[in-house]
């Protein structure tokens, strides 16, 4: 396949113009010895966050997909999320979540396909309203691994049963089947005003 | 990058009604991941290829749901490229990518697309281009149908800090 049209971005004028409703906050990187990614003092300026990512886990445990948390201001009690997903791992596609429920994202270990460290795990999470002292905080999230024959893709929702501004987010790795987060590893985490 | 305002235009096309493939070359090594928006009308696949490679070294898994069923499903060892989403040509699809550390030069490159398509169906796919080159082209490409004349893509870039 030869592509037919083309353009260059070099030939692009006038367009290049930096938005000014989103930007970069902080980014965490793995460290392969530790499984907790932390962001704190985080400003009270902006509408809404976003983490992306790119991830994976040090454990060779198996088991795919693997999950992890996410906590709001160092609170780690799991009764105080209720969370649904939508998930297909290549063959069949299910649903799952309630009450207590982790928040699941699809983020492979070390372990088989995922051996290799060159095959990570992909997400975007989006964190609304998180300064809003009125309501409950509401989170959606699109993750994937693909693997060339093995992965998943899964859609989240979660609520965190708090009205509190968020703060602090701390993304914990499930212990058993992501172990540590990588060397390579790197969530960033922007401000949407 | 230092922290700071990002989410970048780096380039937008509208297509002619008379072309299968739109190609973002001489992409800026800047960002950390790109993102692809696109506001298509066509009857076909959306395959995303990197660097001109058509080598098998793409897959793909994806969710997705019909109205009346939902699936997932996968392809291995793809020639064409990530075959990241859908269209039906009497209906507008909103096609969305997101490119993850594209410019690194240790990994393999990891994409996620979502593509929604009124009166078709809706689906969640991840695509792995199994090469380590940092990309720096990127051809939107939908073999055998034509992109309409209201078809739009436009690609950012997004540094993180």
Do not use: C, E
């Not at chain 1, 691994?145 to 989240?156: E, F, H, I, Q, S």
């Not at chain 2, 809706?122 to 940092?134: E, I, K, P, Y």
């Not at chain 2, 990309?135 to 034509?146: E, L, R």
């Amino acid at each position: 396949m030869s592509p037919i049209l083309g353009i260059y971005a070099s030939q692009i004028s006038g367009h290049l113009v930096v938005s000014n409703s989103y930007y970069s906050i902080a980014t965490g990187y793995g460290t392969g010895s530790s499984g907790t990614i932390t962001f704190s003092s985080i400003p009270q300026t902006y509408s809404h966050l976003q983490i992306r990512y790119m991830a994976k886990g040090t454990s060779s445990a198996g088991g795919y997909p693997t999950s992890s948390n996410l906590y709001f201001n160092g609170d780690t009690n799991a009764s105080n999320h209720s969370s649904h997903n939508l998930r297909g791992d290549g063959s069949s596609v299910a649903g799952g979540g309630g009450p207590g429920a982790d928040a699941p994202f699809a983020i492979p270990g070390s372990y088989g396909s995922w051996s290799s460290s060159s095959i990570l795990g992909v997400g975007v999470i989006d964190i609304l309203d998180y300064t809003n002292t009125n309501k409950n905080k509401v989170i959606r999230t699109l993750t994937g691994a693909d693997a060339n024959g093995t992965g998943g893709v899964l859609l989240m929702s979660d609520m965190w049963i708090n009205t509190s501004a968020i703060t602090s987010i701390s993304i914990v790795a499930d212990s058993t089947y992501i172990g540590n987060w990588s060397s390579n590893s790197q969530f960033a985490l922007y401000g949407i005003k | 990058m230092a922290a700071g305002a990002t989410y970048v235009p780096i380039a937008t096309y509208t297509a002619s009604g008379s072309t299968t493939t739109i190609t973002f070359s001489s992409i800026p090594q800047t960002y950390t991941d790109l993102r692809i928006i696109s506001n298509l009308v066509f009857s076909g696949q959306i395959y995303l290829q990197f660097n001109g490679d058509t080598g098998g070294n793409y897959s793909i898994t994806y969710v997705q749901g019909t109205g009346s069923s939902a699936s997932s499903g996968r392809t291995t060892n793809q020639t064409n490229g990530m075959q990241m989403g859908y269209g039906v040509s009497s209906n507008l699809t909103v096609f969305t990518a997101d490119i993850f550390n594209y410019a690194n030069t240790t990994t393999y490159k990891t994409a996620l697309s979502r593509d929604s398509d009124a009166g078709g169906l809706a689906q969640a796919s991840v695509g792995l281009w199994r090469n380590t080159s940092n990309i720096t082209s990127i051809a939107v490409y939908s073999p055998g149908a034509n992109y309409s004349s209201t078809s739009t893509f436009t690609l950012y870039g997004i540094a993180s800090a």
